[in-house]
């Protein structure tokens, strides 16, 4: 009786729901196991049971050596948001508006969101591929063999370096992207900067930049978590890394957009 069952041919209902099913049990183990790898990562933090010295060079590598692209990602995001909105409302609404849109889209939105964006292609992915070698080549075995706890040494730098540089540098994004838009609305719009400013000023609260840093601790916070967690579930050698590389800047591009979308009605209604 129970072969025919197994023999008998899966509708297509039935294959969906296999398939749903199979999706939803892997996206509660990720989940799980984030969660027991950031209950960690806070445990070493708490008992400052983690390298200074690689804290401070994953500061450097996070922080300082992404500055450049990160100010050339919220230049065009001043620029551009500049020159369509400064076309959007030309004959339809008083210019000096296109000060406020600018600002508000650029500390919001574009600042936080792609410089998370530039952090997963720049750090997260070197983070997964990093711990992903270690991984399949038994450095991290090694680790444990000589009694030494690989989320101390491994994670909670990264992690911990995330949190600290990311609301820095979505910081120098917003200051490049309003002072970027500010030059492109003189140049296309002709809007003198004491109309862009006063326009920015007319609609500002200071709520919008505690917004804008809250949205990069949590990128800060998730993205290096995410590819910590990737690089230490890797497994089937090289060809191994490269497949849970591509699979863990997938993540975390979905998770910083999920992110995103939550924070509109949890922070601003």
């Known amino acids: 009786m129970e072969s025919r069952i197994h023999d008998a041919p899966r509708t297509p209902i039935v294959r969906w729901l296999g398939g749903f099913g199979r999706g939803t049990e892997l996206v509660l183990d990720h989940a799980g196991a984030l969660g027991v790898l950031l209950g960690q990562v806070i445990s070493s933090v708490v008992r400052l049971r983690f390298s200074f010295r690689a804290f401070t060079r994953q500061v450097w590598v996070m922080g300082v050596e992404s500055l450049p692209i990160v100010f050339v990602t919220g230049a065009l995001a001043g620029i551009v948001t500049s020159q369509q909105g400064g076309y959007q409302m030309q004959g339809s609404m008083p210019l000096y508006i296109l000060g406020s849109l600018v600002v508000q889209t650029v500390v919001l939105e574009m600042g936080p969101v792609l410089t998370a964006i530039v952090l997963t292609g720049r750090v997260g992915a070197r983070i997964t591929a990093e711990l992903g070698t270690m991984k399949v080549s038994e450095q991290i075995d090694a680790y444990h063999s000589l009694g030494r706890d690989p989320i101390s040494i491994l994670a909670t730098p990264r992690v911990l370096a995330g949190i600290i540089t990311m609301p820095i540098l979505v910081g120098f ?97």
């Open 173 to 269: 994004a917003n200051i490049i992207g309003i002072l970027a838009g500010m030059v492109a609305a003189q140049l296309t719009a002709g809007l003198g900067f004491e109309s862009f400013l006063y326009g920015a000023r007319l609609f500002w609260h200071n709520w919008d930049l505690l917004y804008s840093l809250t949205k990069a601790v949590v990128f800060g916070t998730a993205i290096p978590l995410i590819s910590v967690h990737m690089g230490l579930r890797t497994k089937g050698g090289a060809e191994g890394v490269g497949r849970t590389t591509t699979d863990a800047v997938m993540f975390m591009l979905m998770t910083v957009l999920i992110l995103d979308a939550l924070f509109p009605p949890l922070f601003l209604d």
